[in-house]
């Protein structure tokens, strides 16, 4: 799309190879996503632009990560949230078909397609929201001692409660 589009999701590699993880258009006029060795490498070709960014480290084997492509005024690969990759590509509307995990052993989870380019703190976001470490969301102690259910009954009645308690004290 010219607007931009972001696609996202969980992946997790069971097997090294070469495998396309992700390709929109074709490869002479598209944006892909393959893995080379376990490293994320981000290409296109074409109306798009021309170029090609490897990731500076592997994705780990057997453990769930986060990886977005964002198409926008460039182009940029995420994983776990943090800038992996990178190209001048801009978003351009994209002939073919989008094609996903071909030749890919492991598994994929949550494929969210936005037609809008996505912040990179929006990717930031789903992955705190998302993810195993659960920061996004903080749950607070208990309070200490046992409430009861009767108490909060008992706290929390209302008026119409009060003259049915008064009728059956009669």
Do not use: C, M, Y
Not at 20 to 43: D, H, M, Q, T
Not at 115 to 123: I, K, N, Q
């Amino acid at each position: 799309r010219a607007d931009g589009l972001t696609v996202s999701g969980w992946v997790r590699a069971d097997a090294p190879g070469a495998p396309l993880l992700l390709l929109i258009g074709s490869a002479a006029s598209g944006v892909e996503v393959a893995l080379e060795a376990a490293v994320p490498v981000l290409k296109a070709a074409g109306a798009p632009g021309t170029g090609s960014a490897r990731a500076s480290a592997p994705l780990k084997p057997g453990q769930w990560q986060h990886v977005a492509l964002v198409v926008g005024e460039r182009t940029v690969l995420f994983v776990d949230g943090q800038e992996a990759a990178s190209i001048a590509a801009k978003a351009v509307d994209l002939p073919g078909a989008v094609t996903l995990a071909e030749g890919f052993v492991g598994a994929l989870d949550e494929i969210v397609v936005s037609r809008v380019a996505r912040a990179p703190e929006w990717v930031k976001v789903a992955v705190a929201a998302q993810g195993p470490d659960g920061t996004f969301i903080a749950l607070a102690a208990e309070e200490a001692g046992d409430i009861g259910s009767l108490k909060i009954l008992i706290d929390n009645r209302t008026v119409d409660a009060e003259v049915v308690i008064g009728i059956l004290a009669v």
